[in-house]
T-cell receptor, first 115, second 116 residues
């Protein structure tokens, strides 16, 4: 059973650019959540996708958007990058949307630096 | 809105000793889940232990155990027989039991160092 994978590992962009981060869920998992972790802070929830539909969103502007594909892999897109977008972006997958025994399994993250 | 507070930014423990990491949370819900995650320098968030709020018995996983005090909204993690590999950042997290949005709400984390 493969775990959650993310690509790329590191990324450097300049302010105003757009970026796409990718995540492959753990086998059998149909829910994916994205988190932003600023340096020295806890992760902050960006949004969640369940069966290709957005299923909840945190306090992030619309320039943060996502997609989930039929194979349950996912993308996080950020437009008009700002310096404060520099962070570790974590993807987490879980087996089902609501089941009480759900645990979210995290990928290794993508470190985004905006210059 | 739920909040999770970890007031100790750093802690240190001698190898083989026991350490307790504190966490408090605030919620109006009666059913929820609490988690401790470990994040080593490799960055990957690893689940350490999980507690269901409806269970009175404290969760235990090998050297890791929790002290869950529902009325006080307190959820501390005890690490026994500390090992060098336990050095990491530890995050306490909360999740509602029901609802479509099963997001995790994290505290700011505690950096644990282990002295040889």
């Amino acid at each position: 059973e493969t775990g959650v994978t993310q690509s790329p590992t590191h990324l450097i962009k300049t302010r105003g650019q757009q970026v796409t981060l990718r995540c492959s869920s753990q086998s059998g998992h149909n829910t994916v959540s994205w988190y932003q972790q600023a340096l020295g802070q806890g992760p902050q929830f960006i949004f969640q996708y369940y069966r290709e539909e957005e299923n909840g969103r945190g306090n992030f502007p619309p320039r943060f958007s996502g997609l989930q594909f039929p194979n349950y892999s996912s993308e996080l897109n950020v437009n008009a990058l700002e310096l404060d977008d520099s962070a570790l972006y974590l993807c987490a997958s879980s087996p089902t949307q609501v089941a009480g025994t759900d645990t979210q399994y995290f990928g290794p993250g993508t470190r985004l630096t905006v210059l | 809105a739920q909040t999770v507070t970890q007031s100790q930014p750093e802690m240190s423990v001698q190898e083989a000793e026991t350490v307790t990491l504190s966490c408090t949370y605030d919620t109006s819900e009666s059913d929820y889940y609490l988690f401790w995650y470990k994040q080593p320098p490799s960055r990957q968030m690893i689940l350490v232990i999980r507690q269901e709020a409806y269970k009175q018995q404290n969760a235990t996983e090998n050297r890791f155990s929790v002290n869950f005090q529902k009325a006080a909204k307190s959820f501390s993690l005890k690490i026994s027989d500390s090992q060098l590999g336990d050095a990491a950042m530890y995050f306490c997290a909360y999740r509602n039991e029901t609802g479509a949005n099963s997001k995790l709400t994290f505290g700011k984390g505690i950096t644990l160092s282990v002295r040889p």
